[in-house]
T-cell receptor, first 114, second 108 residues
Framework: DSGVTQTPKHLITATGQRVTLRCSPR?????VYWYQQSLDQGLQFLIQ???????AKGNILERFSAQQFPDLHSELNLSSLELGDSALYFC?????????????FGAGSRLTVL | GIQVEQSPPDLILQEGANSTLRCNFS?????LQWFHQNPWGQLINLFY???GTKQNGRLSATTVATERYSLLYISSSQTTDSGVYFC??????????FGAGTTVTVRA
């Protein structure tokens, strides 16, 4: 157990729907990162939050949004889902926001869009 | 952004064999991590190694920061070592950039 908790582990939904993925970081970690892993794109950085504030954005679609709450858990919202959004979504956490900074990953949420 | 190249892309080993995986990166880094993604999809931290050498059981890693590469050594491989090994780095920005991975298959 890495200490980073992601729910749900598996999710099957239909095109056009909306889902929310949840992440609880390791105790003491202030930064949360979201990554998407698909077969053709590899591991892609989506977005990072540090202590409730957005710090960096990567290849995140406009249909996707995220936030980090005061208790430091984070949610990734995916809307108007398309078949191509099927992927493994990882959350990672770290103590710092940048630099020499070890990231620890959760077990992932596997999203299947039918 | 920084480029991360891993080689070889695929590796098939007989149980008990040794192997070396390589990661080349295009810029100076603050952070370099090696991960193992097991067949269930979990990403397991192996090493945080922006420079120097570390060992953990049958695994060891060396990063030569001045020459911009890192090596992961697997000794006496076991079937449980199968999976994808990723190298990931960051510079002064916030995110880890991942290589494409090396898929390791260890046969009994």
């Amino acid at each position: 157990d890495s200490g980073v908790t992601q729910t749900p582990k598996h999710l099957i939904t239909a095109t056009g729907q909306r889902v929310t993925l949840r992440c609880s970081p390791r105790s003491g970690d202030l930064s949360v990162y979201w990554y998407q892993q698909s077969l053709d794109q590899g591991l892609q950085f989506l977005i990072q939050y540090y202590n409730g504030e957005e710090r960096a954005k990567g290849n995140i679609l406009e249909r996707f949004s995220a936030q980090q709450f005061p208790d430091l858990h984070s949610e990734l919202n995916l809307s108007s889902l398309e078949l191509g959004d099927s992927a493994l979504y990882f959350c990672a956490s770290s103590v710092f926001s940048s630099g020499a900074n070890v990231l620890t990953f959760g077990a992932g949420s596997r999203l299947t869009v039918l | 952004g920084i480029q991360v190249e891993q080689s070889p892309p695929d590796l098939i080993l007989q149980e008990g064999a040794n192997s070396t995986l390589r990661c080349n990166f295009s810029d100076s880094v603050n952070n370099l991590q090696w991960f193992h993604q097991n067949p269930w999809g979990q990403l397991i931290n192996l090493f945080y190694i922006p420079s120097g050498t570390k060992q953990n059981g049958r695994l060891s890693a060396t990063t030569v920061a001045t020459e911009r590469y890192s090596l992961l050594y697997i000794s006496s491989s076991q079937t449980t070592d199968s999976g994808v090994y990723f190298c990931a780095v960051n510079t002064n920005d916030y995110k880890l950039s991942f290589g494409a991975g090396t898929t390791v298959t260890v046969r009994a």
